[in-house]
């Protein structure tokens, strides 16, 4: 394929683009996950890992639960819940995108599940948060739907087009 030269900057500004806003997304989850006021007062590191969750849909299934009795308001439970999956969401669409070796889902499967590990690892360290499998359950799925969206026919097909995805033969 023949670029001119304005195809060649329009590409080049799209990439600039788009790294540009994959570093706001990943300032923009530090701050969510680490910064965003979560603190608790509790000295010991080891408190945090004693009240981790490590049984599989625990929490999903407590907060369904609660649904069902009345004892929950329906908004915790969808924001919890939802946005466990929307969070990591843009993650599973940017590497495809940005990457050309992270166009197979087992690779950004792998990437994404060390990042939301380490996360879910790091929260209790920094006292931000507990580790919660159910949390890096959702996170990973969150990013495998991501990564699926750009992998739709019609988006892959526009992002091809604009030049920011090119299918990598291997």
Known sequence: MVFNKRQVKMKKALRILLCVLFC???LALLKFLFLDGRYCSEDTVLFYYRQSNLIPFRLVYDYISKLNADRINPDI???????NLVVFFPMGCFLPCMFQT????KKVFLICAGIILTV???QPLFRVGFFDIDDFILNLSGACLGFLFVHLPLVKRLLEKVNLY???TY
Not at 77 to 83: C, D, F, L, M, T
Not at 102 to 105: E, G, N, R, S
């Open 24 to 26: 706001v997304y990943c």
């Open 77 to 83: 439970v969808i924001r919890n819940i939802v946005g």
């Open 102 to 105: 992270c166009q197979k889902f």
């Open 120 to 122: 879910e690892l790091l």
């Open 166 to 168: 090119n299918q990598q």
